[in-house]
């Protein structure tokens, strides 16, 4: 069974072995509110540190959570890692589903980073993380899948339109939690909780983009009023292009050419940051049946000016 000294020996070496390289990003997983004591999670903070990395925790899942914080040190889980100088910019608490509105302020106030997991929280009847109430104090939402065990998929378009449709059920209020910014939690939203909002997250000029091609050309999606409110609720595995379909292209706007040769760094121009700039950018790139986004996939581009 590996030991909490094994696994900072094992993480003290990826660090090592992986710094300044660009491809390799690190992060420590802190142990869950019954996994580690206050000792551990101090060590913790002066681990990330000392290596400028992030960390993450599930944090109140379940209201076991604070049951067993409160029976073990006389305190809530959040008080907890208060005390121990966890919660901080740094810091991505994972579910968050029973949280108070003090909590919530306390997020904001230190800059914890959200990540929200509905379709994992729905499997296991965990509950309803408030993103509304997230989003409306200013905390940072990004989105996630969890693990296979508790999702039984690693759909991240699934986890998009459940993000969109449950804050919905639940607050008997349509108007919330909008596709806008379900898109914004998915791309902006994880580049800020892992602190790399200066090089991902978006296609601006000097960043790099993982992007992603979505063809709405099926049934499912057809017909595209709005590409943004189409890509969140009208989308599936089906209407994502191949690799190999842009494997060897530069996208602008709707058009695209071949590479003379192979670069090491892809290039793609930047796309307008203004909604209706963004939606007319969008309509055109529809009339080609062809969009695109920033986000989680295989291809790494460089973002340059436009010519």
């Not at 020996?9 to 690190?26: F, I, M, Q, T």
């Not at 109140?60 to 914080?69: P, Q, S, W």
């Not at 899948?145 to 998929?153: H, I, R, T």
Request: proline share 5%.
């Amino acid at each position: 069974m590996e030991t909490e000294d094994d696994h900072f020996r094992e993480l003290e070496h990826l660090c090592l072995k992986y710094s300044g390289n660009p491809l390799v990003g690190l992060a420590a997983g802190t142990g869950i509110i019954w996994d580690q004591d206050p000792a551990g999670y101090r060590r913790s903070r002066e681990f990330v540190d000392h290596f400028k990395i992030p960390f993450s925790m599930h944090l109140v899942e379940t209201e076991e959570d604070d049951r067993y914080a409160q029976q073990t040190w006389g305190m809530s889980a959040i008080d907890l890692l208060e005390s121990c100088g966890i919660l901080g910019p740094d810091f991505i608490a994972v579910h968050d589903v029973n949280v108070k509105d003090e909590d919530i302020r306390r997020f904001r106030d230190f800059g914890v980073k959200v990540s929200h997991c509905p379709i994992a929280n729905m499997i296991l009847a965990s509950g309803t993380a408030p993103v509304p109430r997230f989003l409306q104090e200013g905390v940072t939402v990004s989105l996630a899948c969890d693990g296979a065990a508790s999702n039984d998929s690693q759909d991240m378009l699934e986890v998009m339109r459940i993000a969109a449709l449950k804050h919905k059920l639940v607050s008997h209020d349509a108007s919330v939690v909008t596709a806008e910014q379900v898109l914004e939690m998915a791309t902006r939203g994880g580049a800020k909780a892992l602190g790399m909002e200066r090089r991902i997250g978006t296609l601006e000029v000097g960043k790099l983009a993982d992007m992603f091609v979505w063809s709405p050309n099926t049934a499912r999606s057809i017909p595209v009023n709005d590409p943004i409110s189409s890509l969140i609720y009208s989308s599936d595995s089906a209407t994502l292009k191949p690799r190999s379909s842009v494997e060897r292209s530069s996208w602008t706007g709707a058009k695209s050419k071949p590479w003379t040769k192979r670069p090491s760094w892809r290039r793609v121009k930047a796309s307008p940051k203004t909604s209706s700039g963004a939606r007319a950018w969008g309509t055109a790139i529809g009339r080609a049946n062809t969009h695109s986004a920033s986000g989680c996939g295989t291809h790494r581009l460089k973002v340059v000016r436009p010519d």
